[in-house]
């Protein structure tokens, strides 16, 4: 029993055919009401965000709005709209501006529709199935087909939806690799029974296995999502430090700039960077994987810790005041001329001028240098850096902090920021027919003193080390065991400590 197809295929049948039944995910939008939210949309794209052009010419912008207003004639459902405009979107290089797949079928992801149980890693190119329901699939083989579609054209059509800073293509792969089994049924036929080719490791034969369509337990679903938001979840789930070799080599991660409290952040460095005096510990391995930024300040009190110079964090900020901003800021801040005056302190300086520049204008804010910890608390030992294309936003600015300044070594793969600097400060936004809702950045941070370029590429690594396919099946952890063998001088460690 087929309950969901390719979106695309309601589309005539809207126009043509009153009595054709919708999935009960979807929402039919008549032609007048996808131009009123198109029209919406392409007015925030372009008022919005610092400049919606910094990775795009004007004439790719006018090609890709005549491909959708062409489009426009008949009826669509809200997801197939979602599909239509999502990659003018994505072809911005702006991470922190996006829309998100309509909540009707999320739902219907969730509860009611199929989803094929599989994980994959994207590696050279190429999706392997790492885990799949039940192992049905060997752990490492090659992608090749689902359902008769390549597994080249999957890449392809999930890659649409993939956003990045600038043209970041580690970055693509790892939104890729997190939203495979939601947003693959957004492209693909998802059924009871599905063909999947697979190519078998270390064998050139391929291979037709059956795999079956899932759905998520409704009861269960509904009391994880409870259980998730009572659950408070131990902040040394997000940020810990453990030693990866005796007391000489530790390895602090830092899951996120985001969660949780800024006074649990600040007592966490201090109480790590305590004991790695006390212990004597003289190699540190910062792990930035995967921690997709969050407040500002907490990246420059990290890398306080680490140096006895000040240091510039960042050079500066943009602010584009717009309509969209200053609602956003009253919102917030209910009577914003009255809270800046009182409380002003307090506030983000870019909320500040936000506020007070007239909109349509731009505010260039300078940061100032920044003092290291006292003397006693700094690690003089040797730094390495940990990061790949999840390394976003905050995280990036903090890669490019570390590698300026000389610090150490960064080791993995390609940081999801540009060489130039990020964009931020996202506000959100909902579309008025297709409930479609998204995020605009409002500010773009510069990194390098009058640099206010806009270069598509990523700060590579010192140390380009991408994850291997037989240590991923084996559960090792491919950068951490370079920097051991490679940089520190340690022979390999056992499979238990070496699990990523």
């Given at each position: 029993m087929m309950l969901l197809g390719t979106l695309g295929s309601y589309q005539a049948g809207y126009a043509q055919e009153a009595e054709v039944e919708l999935p009960p995910w979807a929402r039919a939008l008549s032609p007048a009401e996808l131009q009123e939210d198109w029209d919406s949309l392409q007015q925030w794209i372009l008022h919005t965000p610092v400049d919606p052009f910094a990775y795009q010419s004007h004439s790719q912008w006018d090609s890709l709005v005549a491909g959708i207003d062409s489009q426009l004639t008949d009826s669509l459902d809200n997801v197939a709209f979602f599909q239509l405009v999502n990659p003018v979107l994505s072809q911005m290089g702006d991470v922190h501006t996006r829309i998100w797949v309509p909540r009707g079928f999320s739902h219907y992801v969730w509860n009611d529709g199929f989803f094929l149980p599989m994980v994959v890693e994207e590696l050279s190119g190429k999706m392997y199935v790492m885990q799949s329901r039940g192992g049905v699939i060997p752990p490492g083989s090659l992608l090749l087909e689902v359902n008769g579609v390549s597994g080249d054209s999957i890449r392809e059509m999930l890659h649409r939806h993939a956003y990045t800073d600038g043209r970041i293509h580690s970055t693509r792969n790892v939104l890729l690799e997190e939203s495979f089994y939601a947003q693959l049924p957004m492209v693909l036929d998802i059924d009871t029974l599905n063909e999947v080719k697979v190519q078998l490791p270390q064998m050139d034969e391929d291979s037709l296995i059956e795999v079956k369509?899932?759905?998520?337990?409704?009861?269960?679903?509904?009391?994880?999502r409870k259980k998730r938001k009572e659950a408070k979840v131990p902040y040394d789930h997000i940020c810990h430090l453990d030693y990866v070799s005796g007391d000489s080599v530790a390895m602090m991660t830092i899951g996120s700039f985001s969660e949780g409290s800024l006074g649990k952040y600040r007592r966490f460095l201090k109480k790590s960077f305590k004991e790695l005096a006390e212990t004597g510990t003289t190699h540190l391995i910062i792990d930035l994987r995967d921690n997709r930024g969050g407040y500002l300040e907490r990246g420059p009190m990290l890398y306080q810790y680490m140096t006895d110079s000040s240091f510039?964090?960042?050079?500066?900020?943009?602010?584009?005041?717009?309509?969209?901003?200053?609602?956003?800021?009253q919102y917030i801040l209910k009577f914003p001329d009255l809270a800046i005056s009182l409380f002003g302190g307090q506030i983000g300086k870019e909320y500040i001028s936000g506020w007070k520049t007239p909109t349509g204008q731009y505010d260039t804010l300078y940061h100032d240098w920044v003092e290291p910890i006292k003397p006693k608390r700094q690690f003089s030992g040797k730094v390495y850096l940990l990061a790949n294309g999840g390394s976003i936003s905050n995280s990036s600015l903090f890669a490019h902090c570390f590698v300026a300044n000389g610090r150490g070594p960064l080791i993995g793969e390609p940081v999801g920021g540009t060489v130039n600097g990020t964009f931020g400060n996202s506000i959100y936004f909902q579309l008025p027919n297709s409930r479609i809702t998204g995020q605009l950045s409002t500010i773009r941070v510069n990194l390098r003193t009058g640099d206010f370029n806009y270069e598509p590429l990523s700060l590579d690594p010192d140390h380009i080390v991408e994850d291997k396919l037989d240590d991923l099946i084996s559960g090792k952890d491919t950068q951490l065991q370079y920097i051991l063998e490679q940089l520190i001088g340690i022979s390999a460690l056992p499979d238990s400590t070496m699990e990523n």
């Open positions: 369509g899932e759905r998520l337990n409704i009861p269960t679903a509904k009391i994880a510039k964090y960042i050079d500066a900020s943009i602010v584009r005041a717009s309509r969209l901003f200053k609602n956003r800021i």
